[in-house]
């Protein structure tokens, strides 16, 4: 997977930014030629709760980071996404923290 990213870095346009998911497996991400693996969080039997949603809520965490807070760097976009995907793994159905931004920042803080 990380040879594909690396191709797929290469060629993405100038400020261009690509993030791959697979699972508990680190997330890669592809930006300025380079390619960066970001952990997901580890959790344990006891805290895990549902991970249906989690690569959406990572999705939805990445992109809202990304387009409310145009200055931040594509590695904190990840961070958001990744704390994101943790709080879904942990509950049934969405947490209302998650609904703003500011929520979001606060999470991925906490991971």
């Known amino acids: 997977m990380e040879a594909r990213a690396a191709q797929l870095a290469a060629s993405l346009a100038p400020g261009g930014v690509a ?5 508990a497996a680190p997330a890669l991400l592809a930006h300025a030629g380079e390619v960066t693996r970001h952990p997901a969080a580890s959790l344990s039997p006891s805290e ?42 942990r509950c049934t159905g969405v947490p209302a923290d998650l609904e703003t931004i500011g929520g979001l920042q606060e999470l991925s803080a906490s991971m």
């Open 48 to 89: 895990m709760g549902d991970s249906n949603g989690c690569g959406d809520a990572f999705a939805g965490g990445f992109l809202a980071a990304s387009a409310v807070q145009d200055s931040l760097a594509p590695e904190e976009c990840m961070r958001v996404g990744l704390g994101c995907a943790a709080a879904i793994a």
């Open 19 to 23: 993030a791959i998911t697979a699972g």
